[in-house]
């Protein structure tokens, strides 16, 4: 569960919320570190060497639904991640795609990654990305994920002050 649960997804709103995380800080060092919030100890952050990773939106719980209304929740979070992504690429050009399959799989394995990459397993965000940048001199990238069938699919954005690239076999 996400600091997010609950919100009612907007455009506006994420688009506010990426330009925060924008124009915010991000450590230049140190170990990677997961925030919740104080009340609940639902996760609403996450800020390692050069990046934060924040949620964006998360759907219901997901418990229970299957068929038509499964497909119908799938279907709003993609629709979700497509106009929030059409909204970025109007504003920064067109994204990059960035994919998460080899991350994945070095998780799988124990094998070295990048603190980003690590990061984005560990908080279950494996979905591909879409990235644009630099953008003021960081990179920014959205995803959706879900990290089971009855999970909620949380959508999320990550700033970074490196480039975000496509991780091939031989890359640590």
């Keep these: 569960m996400t600091a997010r649960m609950g919100e009612t997804f907007g455009t506006g709103r994420a688009v506010s ?4 995380l924008l124009a915010g800080p991000v450590p230049a060092a140190g170990p990677t570190v997961g925030e919740g919030e104080p009340d609940t100890g639902e996760w609403s952050a996450t ?3 050069g ?3 924040v949620p964006l939106w998360e759907s219901d719980d997901l418990v ?3 068929g038509p209304e499964w497909d119908a929740a799938e279907e709003a ?3 979700h991640l497509a106009v929030l992504v059409g909204e970025l690429d109007r504003r920064w050009g067109a994204h990059r795609p960035v994919g998460m399959r080899v991350p994945i799989f070095r998780k799988l394995a124990g094998e070295p990654m990048p603190p980003l990459y690590r990061a984005l ?3 279950d965000c494996l979905g591909d990305l879409r990235v644009w940048g630099p953008v003021d001199g ?4 959205v995803s959706l994920n ?3 069938g009855d999970a909620p699919m949380i959508l999320v954005a990550v700033v970074t002050d490196r480039p975000v690239v496509e991780l091939d076999d031989q890359d640590g």
């Design 64 to 66: 229970g639904v299957y």
């Design 77 to 79: 979070a993609a629709g």
């Design 47 to 49: 800020s390692g060497e």
């Design 121 to 123: 397993c560990d908080t």
């Design 17 to 20: 919320d990426i330009e925060a």
């Design 51 to 53: 990046f934060r990773i």
């Design 146 to 148: 879900q990290c089971d």
């Design 138 to 141: 960081r990179w920014i990238g």
